[in-house]
Nanobody, 124 residues
Framework: VQLVESGGGSVQAGGSLRLSCVVSKYTNRDYCMGWFRQTPGEEREKVAAIDSAASPKYADSGKGRFTISLDNAKNTLYLQMNSLKPEDTAKYYC???????????????????WGQGTQVTVSS
C-alpha cells in the first residue's frame, strides 16, 4: 500500500485547508485509515481516523473543526480542517492500517503504511 498526501500549506488562523491522501488500491475488507500530525521533537499525535464501517473518530483537538472522509471510488482519504489555530501547525501524515480494528485507531504503531507527510502552518 502506498500513500501520497497533498493539500498542506500556510493559512491564517480561522482559515481552512483540505488534505488529501491517495491510497494505492487494496483489496482487504477490513482497514482503518488515519491522519496523524507531528511537530519537531514531539511524538506523532492522533488527529482522526475512519474504519471500514465508515465510522469516523476524532481526537479532542479537532472535534467540531475537522472532518475525515474516504472516497472509495477515488481511493482518496480527506481531512477537511476548518477554524484552524496556530497550535494545529504540524506535519500531517496519512496512514493505512490493513486489518486494523477501529478501536485501535489512535495508536500510531498499529498502522503499517505511512505517507511522506504534508506541512500545515497556521499563523496568528
Amino acid at each position: 500500500v502506498q500513500l501520497v498526501e497533498s493539500g498542506g500549506g500556510s493559512v491564517q488562523a480561522g482559515g481552512s485547508l483540505r488534505l488529501s491522501c491517495v491510497v494505492s488500491k487494496y483489496t482487504n475488507r477490513d482497514y482503518c485509515m488515519g491522519w496523524f500530525r507531528q511537530t519537531p521533537g514531539e511524538e506523532r499525535e492522533k488527529v482522526a481516523a475512519i474504519d471500514s464501517a465508515a465510522s469516523p473518530k476524532y481526537a479532542d483537538s479537532g472535534k467540531g473543526r475537522f472532518t475525515i472522509s474516504l472516497d472509495n471510488a477515488k481511493n482518496t482519504l480527506y481531512l477537511q480542517m476548518n477554524s484552524l489555530k496556530p497550535e494545529d501547525t504540524a506535519k500531517y501524515y496519512c496512514a493505512a492500517g490493513i486489518g486494523l480494528d477501529g478501536s485501535n485507531w489512535y495508536k500510531p504503531h498499529a498502522y503499517g503504511n505511512w505517507g511522506q507527510g504534508t506541512q500545515v502552518t497556521v499563523s496568528s
